[in-house]
T-cell receptor, first 110, second 112 residues
């Protein structure tokens, strides 16, 4: 069962912030975040584990609330290089299949 | 290191034809995955292999079969291709649960 991401798309100017949300209807063991540039393969950004561990990557950070089965990705002071489609991936507590959401397309303009 | 290698990169099939998409990883990973990517649908899991010798269905397995030939290789077979299977297919691998997944460069398949 795929997690649900929101919003579907966001347009930013350089330096602005954005939040991408990911929620699941099943109990989660971990949440992954990936970014995909047009015509390329998805690339790993970070993993968040049960316990609410928050991890960061450059100016991109994320949080994981396993009780609410939700995760959020924070794009801070966005750069042109942040443009792409962001996917959250989830692994359940009862199964270890890595399922992805529909993605959020981020466009950062100068 | 090559990472995850998929072949072919592009393929055009006629309806009813069969073909096998190949995937190999050189990272000694235990888990391997096949996804399809369609506009607005994200990455949908077709099949999954937790370890050599095991496979399991994902979210959209109908019309596909897989073989985990050995630890390195995980192939996806379309027995009778349909236009609805036109998509970009990605293979991925990881050490196991809670670990980074590495993706191949994808196979763009068109069924006419």
């Amino acid at each position: 069962q795929q997690p649900v991401q929101s919003p579907q798309a966001v347009i930013l100017r350089e330096g602005e912030d954005a939040v991408i949300n990911c929620s699941s209807s099943k109990a989660l063991y971990s949440v992954h975040w990936y970014r995909q540039k047009h015509g390329e393969a998805p690339v790993f950004l970070m993993i968040l584990l049960k316990g609410g561990e928050q991890k960061g990557h450059e100016k991109i950070s994320a949080s994981f609330n396993e009780k609410k089965q939700q995760s959020s990705l924070y794009l801070t002071a966005s750069q042109l290089s942040y443009s792409g489609t962001y996917f959250c991936g989830t692994e359940g507590s009862n199964d270890y299949k890595l399922s992805f959401g529909a993605g959020t397309t981020v466009t950062v303009r100068a | 290191n090559a990472g995850v290698t998929q072949t072919p990169k592009f393929q055009v099939l006629k309806t009813g034809q069969s073909m096998t998409l190949q995937c190999a990883q050189d990272m000694n990973h235990n888990s391997m995955y096949w996804y399809r990517q369609d506009p607005g649908m994200g990455l949908r899991l077709i099949y999954y292999s937790a370890s050599e010798g095991t496979t399991d269905k994902g979210e959209v397995p109908n019309g596909y079969n897989v073989s985990r030939l050995n630890k390195r290789e995980f192939s996806l077979r379309l027995e009778s291709a349909a236009p609805s299977q036109t998509s970009v297919y990605f293979c991925a691998s990881s050490e196991g649960i809670n670990t980074e997944a590495f993706f191949g460069q994808g196979t763009r398949l068109t069924v006419v």
